[in-house]
């Protein structure tokens, strides 16, 4: 970072998206159609305004010529996303971490996910989750050079649940043909609503600290959302069943949802043409949002742009190895992606002109703080020998 842009005031600002909720879980002021509406792509814009004007009072002319980013992940990297694809004109530079951009498909594959593991005998128990990220780890984890429990390069690995198969009696180590069958469909894409939307699949990699975040693999915060989602958003009934509502009977409500709601639009060429630029990352151990998903709209940016160069223009992704949704997991998952978007913004030197380092966010009992350099897609970080907890002991490589 330049000497003079190390130090910088930000004047910050934030929304609840239209809505205040006692627990992430509860959906039920979806049922309100303006506190929807708000959630699903006018909040950003109606705070804005008078945002700006506060600014302007404040501060006066100093204001004109400073640059807006926003920033978001997950949820926020939605909103992200719905700016630069629906909103142009509002942002100057957008971040989008971890976006929940593809969100009905996304619920959707939460659902499927959730009526395999209902099934007789086809729950996942820790130890058996534990066994299936240990399997990963000795199959994948040394494709980057290092045997660190941090899966550098989830699309070079190859793993089949069914390699678990149990052949003779049940144990915490093997997997009956019920719980490979639960497996599979968690690592899978998935088609949902009569097949009109994808899901990506999950990489491997980061499965053992999935219960942590609440993830597919059986986790309350996946399934809270899920149960929250078909029944206020899609249903509109909060007494039916999740389980047992089949999406195929609901295609125009999910198309109307998705409309208004996803953020999947290639097209980026408005928000280009006025300057803008975009920065996308994710976590590559995400069991919440598939990192294929960010990875999948990237792939159809650069095409609808017309190719890699017009890409580079103005859109950059990274992906952070090991790190679970927006934060945690076994690898560096504290990065500042702001003071390269300003650099972006006002000098014209994209991110990827100097070396982007990402830290541990929180050292947890048991664990050691680590750096690793932050690659640029498709780069990851190769180790060359050294302390494996720092980044100089890497380099973003291709293969």
Request: proline content about 7%; glycine content about 10%.
């Amino acid at each position: 970072m330049s000497p003079d842009l190390a130090v910088r005031r930000y004047a910050t600002i934030a929304t609840n998206h239209g809505h205040n909720s006692t627990n992430g879980m509860d959906a039920s002021w979806a049922l309100d159609d303006q506190m929807f509406s708000d959630y699903a792509n006018q909040s950003v814009p109606r705070v804005l305004a008078p945002a700006k004007a506060i600014l302007k009072a404040r501060y006066g002319n100093a204001t004109q010529n400073t640059k807006i980013v926003f920033e978001g992940c997950s949820g926020g990297g939605r909103q992200a996303l719905l700016q630069a694809q629906r909103n142009p004109e509002l942002f100057d530079g957008i971040i989008a971490r971890a976006p929940a951009n593809a969100f009905n498909p996304q619920f959707l594959s939460y659902q499927k996910v959730f009526k395999q593991l209902a099934k007789p005998g086809a729950a996942l128990t820790a130890p058996k989750i534990n066994a299936i990220a240990n399997a990963v780890y000795a199959k994948c984890d040394g494709l980057d050079g290092l045997n660190d429990r941090i899966i550098g390069r989830p699309d070079a690995c190859s793993f089949d649940p069914a390699e678990l198969a149990c052949t003779g009696a049940e144990t915490d180590s093997c997997l009956t043909p019920a719980q490979v069958e639960s497996a599979q469909t968690i690592y899978s894409s998935t088609n949902v609503a009569n097949g009109r939307y994808v899901w990506p699949a999950f990489p491997p990699g980061g499965e053992e600290g999935s219960s942590f975040t609440g993830s597919e693999w059986g986790g309350a915060t996946s399934k809270g959302l899920m149960e929250g989602y078909i029944k206020y958003m899609v249903a509109r009934d909060g007494t039916i069943d999740p389980l047992q509502l089949d999406p195929a009977q609901y295609t125009a409500r999910i198309d109307e949802l998705v409309s208004m709601m996803d953020a999947t639009d290639p097209d980026l060429s408005r928000f280009k043409a006025r300057g803008g630029k975009l920065i996308l990352w994710t976590g590559l151990s995400d069991w919440l949002i598939t990192a294929n998903n960010a990875t999948a709209y990237y792939q159809s940016v650069v095409q609808r742009s017309g190719g890699q160069a017009a890409a580079d223009e103005f859109v950059e992704y990274y992906t952070a190895p090991g790190v679970g949704h927006c934060a945690l997991g076994n690898g560096a998952d504290k990065v500042d992606l702001a003071g390269p978007m300003f650099e972006w913004l006002e000098q014209g030197v994209a991110p990827s002109s100097a070396p982007i380092t990402a830290s541990t966010l929180f050292v947890l009992p048991g664990t050691t703080s680590k750096s690793r350099p932050l690659c640029r897609y498709p780069q990851y970080p190769k180790y060359i020998g050294g302390d494996p907890d720092a980044a100089a002991s890497f380099v973003c490589a291709s293969s």
